[in-house]
């Protein structure tokens, strides 16, 4: 959520702002200037009729004691009570109207992001070099099934176009993954947390994902309970409500974390023949990092994120670049976000495997998340950061892809076969 002071010193900047994100909220911002008016006003008159109230109030004993009529008195009152509940009922639909604004727009982009969608992201830097084939290299779906690591059409059988279904030596490899990312986060000094996968809606309100993408998730119906719950399409909606309406310690920040969970989507996926398999999905496992940091501590907490992002990416042996996105590429919570993408042969470009992302105050101000400067005693919103540590829905295609040999087999990457039980080479049995 943005800062309604920022809105009303800077409207015009605000406005080009969002702009420059793509997103024309002009008349959303002018209408929130006039709620903000009309709340201030229903308040101060709000104020003035209690003061009255509470004035009169005191008058009445003394005027029964001087023996005097305190009808027209009781009149006032009356008035005054039918004031204050018309007030109140003018004011809840004013406040209603002007959160539903607030939550609707989209945070402002950092003023060094170029404006307009991803025909202006910025590559900012290359590792490695592309992989070359000496021979005519497979797809990954056809590795998969032809070394039994991967079960597309009972995927389906089971639960619907959009899934698969891990087997074997495939399992194990995406185990390793999720070893090898978890084990290198603990290494880092990150706590790990294992959340709930099924939220309640607040965190996706907290997160900034609702209301605008509120049918994009899977939400869950139960005839017992009147709350609204979804499954959890990353682990940062979890994160990112772990201290909600809470006041932090300014000597426990920064606070570390990553969370291992299965994510949900309802994106059907693509149907663009260089997309097939497991490319995209309504399931797949992620590790995520996410931080809580003071304001100015929060621009070095992003580069920490993103180099530990390529860091990993690096370990798997991996050719990759990292994109600095325009604004318009941002998701709508974020400020700013580099992602991180590798190639994967088959797919002919480059994809990404890693978002990292800071949304400074966005997060915080929806979720009421502050922390107590030990300077003056006074409460601030904490900056929120999160980043892909990482997915493997990409990393597993493009690990398969990029490691097959000649013979249909693939070399398993060094930094997993600790987890594999030191096996270097997966090949097709008997």
Same mark, same amino acid.
Request: proline letters at 5%.
């Given at each position: 959520?943005?800062?309604?002071?920022?809105?009303?010193?800077?409207?015009?900047?605000?406005?080009?702002?969002?702009?420059?994100?793509?997103?024309?909220?002009?008349?959303?911002?002018?209408?929130?200037?006039?709620?903000?008016?009309?709340?201030?006003?229903?308040?101060? @008159?709000t104020e003035t009729r209690k003061a009255r109230q509470n004035k009169v109030s005191k008058e009445i004993p003394q005027l029964k004691k001087q023996g005097k009529d305190v009808a027209p008195i009781f009149a006032e009152m009356a008035e005054l009570k039918k004031g204050l509940a018309e007030d109140a009922e003018k004011l809840d639909a004013v406040m209603a109207e002007y959160r539903t604004l607030m939550l609707s727009l989209p945070n402002l982009p950092d003023p060094d992001l170029l404006p307009g969608g991803k025909e202006?992201?910025?590559?900012?830097?290359?590792?490695?070099?592309?992989?070359?084939?000496?021979?005519?290299?497979?797809?990954?779906?056809?590795?998969?099934?032809?070394?039994?690591? #991967?079960?597309?059409?009972?995927?389906?059988?089971?639960?619907?176009?959009?899934?698969?279904?891990?087997?074997?030596?495939?399992?194990?490899?995406?185990?390793?993954?999720?070893?090898?990312? #978890?084990?290198?986060?603990?290494?880092?000094?990150?706590?790990?947390?294992?959340?709930?996968?099924?939220?309640?809606?607040?965190?996706?309100?907290?997160?900034?994902?609702?209301?605008?993408?509120?049918?994009?998730?899977?939400?869950?119906?139960?005839?017992?309970?009147?709350?609204?719950?979804?499954?959890?399409?990353?682990?940062?909606?979890?994160?990112?409500?772990?201290?909600?309406?809470?006041?932090?310690?300014?000597? @426990?920040?920064?606070?570390?974390?990553?969370?291992?969970?299965?994510?949900?989507?309802?994106?059907?996926?693509?149907?663009?023949?260089?997309?097939?398999?497991?490319?995209?999905?309504?399931?797949?496992?992620?590790?995520?990092?996410?931080?809580?940091?003071?304001?100015?501590?929060?621009?070095?907490?992003?580069?920490?994120?993103?180099?530990?992002?390529?860091?990993?990416?690096?370990?798997?042996?991996?050719?990759?670049?990292?994109?600095?996105?325009?604004?318009?590429?941002?998701?709508?919570?974020?400020?700013?976000?580099?992602? #991180?993408?590798?190639?994967?042969?088959?797919?002919?470009?480059?994809?990404?495997?890693?978002?990292?992302?800071?949304?400074?105050?966005?997060?915080?101000?929806?979720?009421?998340?502050?922390?107590?400067?030990?300077?003056?005693?006074?409460?601030?919103?904490?900056?929120?950061?999160?980043?892909?540590?990482?997915?493997?829905?990409?990393?597993?295609?493009?690990?398969?892809?990029?490691?097959?040999?000649?013979?249909?087999?693939?070399?398993?990457?060094?930094?997993?076969?600790?987890?594999?039980?030191?096996?270097?080479?997966?090949?097709?049995?008997?």
């Amino acid at each position: 959520m943005l800062d309604i002071k920022r809105i009303k010193d800077d409207p015009e900047g605000v406005k080009a702002g969002l702009r420059a994100k793509e997103v024309d909220c002009d008349a959303a911002v002018d209408r929130i200037l006039e709620l903000d008016e009309q709340r201030r006003a229903l308040i101060a @008159d709000t104020e003035t009729r209690k003061a009255r109230q509470n004035k009169v109030s005191k008058e009445i004993p003394q005027l029964k004691k001087q023996g005097k009529d305190v009808a027209p008195i009781f009149a006032e009152m009356a008035e005054l009570k039918k004031g204050l509940a018309e007030d109140a009922e003018k004011l809840d639909a004013v406040m209603a109207e002007y959160r539903t604004l607030m939550l609707s727009l989209p945070n402002l982009p950092d003023p060094d992001l170029l404006p307009g969608g991803k025909e202006n992201n910025q590559p900012l830097r290359y590792f490695g070099e592309p992989h070359k084939f000496d021979f005519t290299p497979k797809h990954h779906v056809d590795l998969c099934q032809d070394l039994g690591l #991967i079960d597309y059409e009972r995927g389906v059988k089971l639960a619907g176009a959009g899934n698969w279904m891990y087997t074997g030596m495939g399992a194990r490899l995406e185990w390793a993954l999720l070893n090898y990312f #978890i084990d290198t986060h603990i290494a880092d000094g990150y706590d790990f947390i294992l959340p709930p996968h099924m939220l309640e809606y607040q965190c996706g309100e907290t997160a900034g994902q609702f209301p605008k993408f509120a049918d994009e998730v899977y939400k869950i119906a139960n005839p017992t309970d009147d709350r609204i719950h979804y499954m959890l399409p990353t682990a940062e909606a979890a994160l990112a409500s772990v201290y909600r309406d809470e006041i932090l310690a300014e000597k @426990d920040l920064p606070k570390k974390f990553f969370a291992y969970t299965p994510c949900f989507r309802r994106e059907a996926g693509s149907h663009r023949a260089d997309e097939r398999g497991m490319v995209r999905g309504h399931q797949f496992n992620k590790v995520e990092m996410f931080q809580y940091t003071r304001p100015e501590d929060s621009d070095a907490a992003f580069d920490e994120l993103v180099r530990k992002a390529e860091n990993l990416v690096k370990g798997l042996g991996f050719h990759f670049r990292t994109v600095k996105l325009a604004a318009g590429d941002c998701s709508a919570s974020m400020a700013r976000t580099y992602d #991180i993408e590798i190639q994967i042969p088959s797919m002919n470009g480059y994809k990404e495997v890693s978002s990292v992302s800071n949304a400074r105050d966005y997060q915080a101000r929806r979720g009421n998340i502050r922390f107590r400067r030990e300077a003056t005693g006074k409460p601030e919103f904490v900056h929120t950061l999160n980043g892909s540590g990482l997915a493997t829905s990409r990393i597993f295609p493009a690990m398969v892809e990029q490691n097959q040999r000649a013979d249909g087999s693939v070399v398993v990457p060094e930094v997993l076969r600790k987890y594999l039980g030191g096996i270097e080479v997966i090949e097709k049995k008997g």
